[in-house]
C-alpha cells in the first residue's frame, strides 16, 4: 500500500523530489474507525511542493479512489488521507499465514547483518536469583525478535572468571571441602585466614565441596586434614568450582529455556592478550594518552589523588569524559578488560547489544567509544538496561529461598509459577520500567494474568479446530486445506478487527525489532487474544457468527480457517517471547 500511495503522489506531484517520496509514511490509524491505513503523504510533499498540504490531500484522494484495493478514502486534518480496504484483501492475509506456517511475518529487516547479543552474565558465584531473570527473560526475547527480523544471531554468555570475587568463591568451596572431609573450621575463623574474607557461605556450595572430597580425597588438605598451602590447591579448587557453578547456572537457564550458543571466559580474554591487542589498536591510532582524570562527581578534592594513567580519547567518540585504561602503576583498568572482551566480539558481528542491569548506565557511553573507536564504525554496540524486579506475594515482599535465605532463586520462582508465566510476565512490561512481580496474578486463571488470557485464546482455537476434525473429518481442517477455502464470508467487524490484527503482526516484529523491545510482541498477543475473546463472545450472542454450523459447512470452514490463522498467529508471537502454546488448560 505505501507503494501505491507514492505511486499515486507521484500521479499528482511529477516533480516530487525522491527523498521526499523516500519519507512518506503509510500505517494503521491509531483508532481503527478512520479506516485501515492512513498517510502523511500530503503534509510532507507540501514545503517542497510550494503547496497546502490539503490542496494536495484532495488530488491524492481522487486518485486514490480509483484503486480496486480501496473502498473509501478521505482527508482527515490538516492534510492526512484515511484509506479503508477491501476485505478481500485481510482475508488473503489469513491464507498468507496457513500457507507459510511458522515463516509468516519474519523479516528481511535485518538483511543478515550480524547481531551479537549478550545477556545474563551473572558472576559464577552462586545459584541464577531473581535479579538476573529479568535481563535473561529480555535478552533471550530479544535475540528471537531480531532473529525473526533478519538478522543473524549469536547469543553470548560472559563468564566473569577472573578477579576478586572468583578468588573469594574458590575460598569458600575449599571452607566447604575441608567440611567434607571432616574438618569443621568455624566462618569466622577460616575468615581470617581468606585474603578476603568467607564471603559466600550459601549452603549450595556443600556439594563442591563434596565432589572434591570425592575426587581428590584428603590430597587437598594438610596431613592434619587443616588448610593446606595455597598454592597446591587453589588452582584444581577454582576449576573445578567454576565448573560446578557454571554447570548450576546452565541448568537454571535451561529451566527458563535459555540457551547460549557461546561462553567467553573472561580469564580466557585476558590470557590470549586480547586485552592488550585492543589497547595497543587504539595507541597506535593516536587515541591514547598519559594524564589525569578530574575527581568523580561528589568526591572532595582533598580526599582525591590525581595520580597519571593511560586514558583513552572517549569523548571524540561521544563520550561524556575520556576513561582510563591503564592504572598509574602500569595495571589494566576493568573498563581495558571488558575492552579487550568487546573487541573479540566486535571481530565478529555487525551489531553488539549488551543487556544491561539499570545500575550499569554509566558504563554505556564508554563502551560506545570504544566499540566505535576499534571498528573505525564498522560495528554499533547498544545497551537495553532491565530495572530490578520486586517479587511480592499477598502484597508483601517475599524471599523463597531455602538454600541461601537472603535472595529469591531463579529456580525457586520457575518452580513457583512455572517457565511460561515467568517468562511472558517479565516481558509486559518495557525493560527500563520498575516491575512488580505478583506471585497471586501470575497463576490466577482471570483475565488479568495476560499469560492466562493469551494461552486461553490459543487453548480455545485449539478446542474450536478438535471440534473441526471431529465435524468434517481431519484432511478438511488441516491448515493446506483451510488456506483454500472462500473466505468472502468474514465480514463482521469482529471478524475483520481480528484479520486487522493478524495483518500487522509482520510490521510489528519490525518495529520491535528496530526499537529492541521484545515487549510489544507481548503487548501484540494480548490484543490478537482479546480480539479473538470478542469474537468468541459476539459469536455466544449471534448464531450466524459461531465457528461451526451444522447447515453451513462452507461457511464453517471459511471461519475454521480464522481460528487456524489466530492459533497460528498467537503461536508465532509466543514462540518469539519464548513461551510454549498450549494446547488446552487444565
Not at 223 to 245: D, I, K, N, Y
Amino acid at each position: 500500500m505505501r507503494e501505491k500511495v507514492v505511486t499515486a503522489l507521484k500521479a499528482v506531484l511529477p516533480d516530487l523530489p525522491d527523498d521526499v517520496a523516500g519519507r512518506v509514511e503509510v500505517t494503521p490509524p491509531r483508532d481503527a474507525a478512520h479506516g485501515d491505513m492512513a498517510t502523511n503523504a500530503a503534509l510532507l510533499a507540501a514545503k517542497p511542493a510550494k503547496r497546502k498540504p490539503f490542496e494536495i490531500a484532495k488530488e491524492l484522494v481522487a486518485e486514490l479512489a480509483t484503486l480496486p484495493e480501496i473502498v473509501h478514502v478521505e482527508m482527515a486534518g490538516p492534510g492526512f488521507v484515511n484509506m479503508t480496504l477491501k476485505p478481500a484483501l485481510f482475508h488473503d492475509i489469513a491464507k498468507a499465514v496457513l500457507k507459510r506456517g511458522a515463516a509468516y511475518g519474519r523479516s528481511t529487516l535485518g538483511a543478515g547483518r550480524r547481531a551479537n547479543v549478550e545477556y545474563v552474565s551473572a558472576n559464577p558465584t552462586g545459584p541464577m536469583h531473581v535479579g538476573h531473570c529479568r535481563g535473561a527473560v529480555v535478552g533471550d526475547a530479544l535475540a528471537n525478535l531480531l532473529d525473526a527480523a533478519g538478522f543473524k544471531v549469536t547469543r553470548e554468555y560472559y563468564v566473569n572468571d577472573a578477579g576478586a570475587q572468583v578468588i573469594a568463591l574458590t575460598w569458600a568451596a575449599y571452607w566447604r571441602y575441608l567440611q567434607a572431609i571432616g574438618t569443621d573450621i568455624p566462618a569466622e575463623e577460616f575468615g581470617e585466614l581468606a585474603p578476603s574474607g568467607l564471603q559466600y557461605q550459601g549452603e549450595y556450595l556443600i556439594a563442591v565441596g563434596q565432589a572434591l572430597e570425592k575426587k581428590h580425597g584428603r590430597s587437598l588438605a594438610s596431613a592434619e586434614g587443616g588448610v593446606a598451602p595455597e598454592s597446591t590447591w587453589f588452582e584444581t579448587v577454582r576449576a573445578e568450582a567454576l565448573e560446578h557453578m557454571m554447570g548450576m547456572i546452565r541448568d537454571d537457564l535451561a529451566a527458563l529455556g535459555i540457551h547460549h550458543e557461546i561462553f567467553s571466559s573472561e580469564a580466557e580474554v585476558l590470557k590470549s592478550g586480547e586485552v592488550d591487542a585492543a589497547i595497543a589498536s587504539l595507541e597506535k591510532r593516536g587515541l591514547l594518552y598519559e594524564g589525569v582524570l578530574e575527581p568523580p562527581k561528589g568526591k572532595k578534592l582533598e580526599d582525591w589523588e590525581a595520580r597519571p594513567q593511560t586514558l583513552f580519547r572517549s569523548t571524540e567518540f561521544g563520550d561524556d569524559q575520556d576513561r582510563a585504561l591503564r592504572k598509574s602503576d602500569g595495571s589494566n583498568t576493568y573498563f581495558a578488560n571488558d575492552v579487550g572482551y568487546h573487541a573479540r566480539k566486535a571481530s565478529r558481528s555487525d551489531l553488539l547489544i549488551d543487556v544491561l542491569g539499570a545500575d550499569h548506565g554509566g558504563y554505556v557511553s564508554r563502551m560506545r567509544a570504544a566499540v566505535a573507536a576499534l571498528t573505525e564504525g564498522k560495528t554499533d554496540f547498544e545497551a537495553v538496561m532491565c530495572q530490578i524486579v520486586r517479587v511480592v506475594k499477598d502484597g508483601e515482599p517475599v524471599r523463597m529461598s531455602k538454600r541461601a535465605g537472603t535472595f529469591v532463586t531463579l529456580r525457586d520462582l520457575i518452580d513457583e509459577v512455572g517457565r511460561d508465566a515467568v517468562r511472558f510476565t517479565m516481558l509486559t512490561r518495557k525493560a527500563d520500567a520498575q516491575m512488580e512481580f505478583d506471585l497471586n496474578a501470575v497463576v490466577a486463571q482471570t483475565r488479568d494474568n495476560p499469560v492466562f488470557y493469551v494461552n486461553y485464546a490459543h487453548a480455545r482455537c485449539r478446542s474450536v479446530l478438535r471440534l473441526g476434525e471431529e465435524t468434517y473429518g481431519a484432511a478438511a481442517v488441516t491448515e493446506e486445506a483451510l488456506a483454500g477455502q472462500d473466505l468472502s464470508i468474514l465480514t463482521a467487524d469482529e471478524e475483520l478487527a481480528v484479520l486487522r490484527r493478524i495483518a500487522n503482526l509482520p510490521r510489528q516484529i519490525e518495529a520491535a525489532a528496530l526499537a529492541r523491545e521484545p515487549h510489544r510482541i507481548a503487548t501484540y498477543c494480548i490484543d490478537l487474544a482479546s480480539d479473538f475473546h470478542a469474537l468468541w463472545n459476539r459469536g455466544r450472542e449471534e448464531t450466524s457468527l459461531r465457528f461451526i454450523q451444522d447447515d453451513a459447512p462452507e461457511a464453517s470452514k471459511a471461519r475454521l480457517a480464522l481460528v487456524a490463522a489466530i492459533a497460528s498467529t498467537l503461536r508465532i508471537g509466543l514462540g518469539i517471547l519464548g513461551v510454549e502454546a498450549v494446547e488446552e488448560l487444565r
